[in-house]
């Protein structure tokens, strides 16, 4: 599997497709992310945020990264979830809100509605749904 990879700059408000990440031979760290535009290093890789693809799409054909808040169908009900990685099933993501699944196997169809950096305000709407 090739390892696709985005950054999201907090300073601009936008993504990056990442074009290599260089990682330190003595603690295997990353020490920098190139991008068409940019080189992050030092605090900018703490303060700017790395997503991994899934190496799957939505229904709409986007492809799905770590922090993007998903819809899926899954035994006929839909949730909003956000995607997380978990690196012990096989880059499979995991939403956060109680529903433990396998994107890959559980679910009738996923679409992206957006991503928890540049969408918060959908997440907010989602907590509210539930407490009523």
């Keep these: 599997m090739n390892f696709k990879y985005r950054i999201y700059d907090v300073s601009?408000?936008?993504?990056?497709?990442?074009?290599?990440?260089d990682?330190?031979?003595?603690?295997?760290e990353i020490v920098a992310i190139t991008t068409k535009y940019h080189i992050y290093?030092?605090?900018?890789?703490?303060?700017?945020?790395?997503m991994i693809s899934s190496g799957m799409k939505d229904i709409n054909g986007k492809e799905i990264?770590?922090?993007d808040i998903i819809k899926?169908?899954?035994d006929g009900e839909e949730h909003i979830l956000t995607t997380i990685y978990d690196n012990t099933t096989k880059l499979n993501f995991l939403e956060c809100y109680g529903i433990n699944l396998d994107?890959?196997?559980?679910?009738e169809y996923i679409v992206v509605l957006g991503n928890i950096y540049k969408n918060p305000e959908l997440l907010d709407?989602?907590?509210?749904d539930e407490n009523v």
């Design 41 to 50: 290093k030092g605090e900018e890789l703490i303060e700017n945020k790395l």
């Design 125 to 128: 709407n989602k907590i509210e």
């Design 103 to 107: 994107l890959k196997d559980d679910t």
């Design 65 to 67: 990264f770590t922090g």
């Design 23 to 28: 990682f330190s031979e003595t603690t295997g």
């Design 72 to 74: 899926i169908k899954t």
């Design 12 to 21: 601009c408000n936008k993504m990056f497709q990442v074009l290599s990440i």
